[in-house]
């Protein structure tokens, strides 16, 4: 499968914006999805995942409440609504994916889970 993910830009504080992970190749309802973000001279950390059946979401600590993914099947895509963005959400963010199977129906979120990496959008949070 590939994945493009798009949607970043330059935001204020308190905004919000909606990521996209498009799929190709494969159907994404095959996949588990999580976003990754990575800010310059860090390490990449997980923001928040959603389950192949898309029955169960997961967020990092520091997106709790302030992020939702949602899956849509049928367009093969994956979104990741962030609200109440703040500048040191500023990073480019990455979505992933992992093919699993139903009875393990579970949220990833170490990098090393995930085989398919889109290209990365940058989020930019102005104060």
């Known amino acids: 499968v590939q994945l493009q993910a798009s949607g970043g830009g330059l935001v204020q504080a308190g905004g919000s914006l909606r990521l996209s992970c498009k799929a190709s190749g494969r159907t994404i309802s095959q996949y588990a999805v999580a976003w990754f973000r990575q800010a310059p001279g860090k390490e990449r950390l997980f923001v928040g995942g959603?389950?192949?059946?898309?029955?169960?979401?997961d967020f990092a600590d520091y997106m709790k409440g302030r992020g939702t993914i949602i899956r849509d099947n049928g367009r093969n895509t994956a979104y990741l609504q962030m609200n109440s963005l703040r500048p040191e959400d500023t990073a480019v963010y990455y979505c992933a994916a992992k093919r699993t199977i139903l009875t393990i129906d579970q949220v990833y979120t170490d990098t090393d889970e995930y085989t398919y990496w889109g290209q990365g959008t940058l989020v930019t949070v102005s104060s």
């Open positions: 959603i389950t192949r059946s898309g029955g169960s979401t």
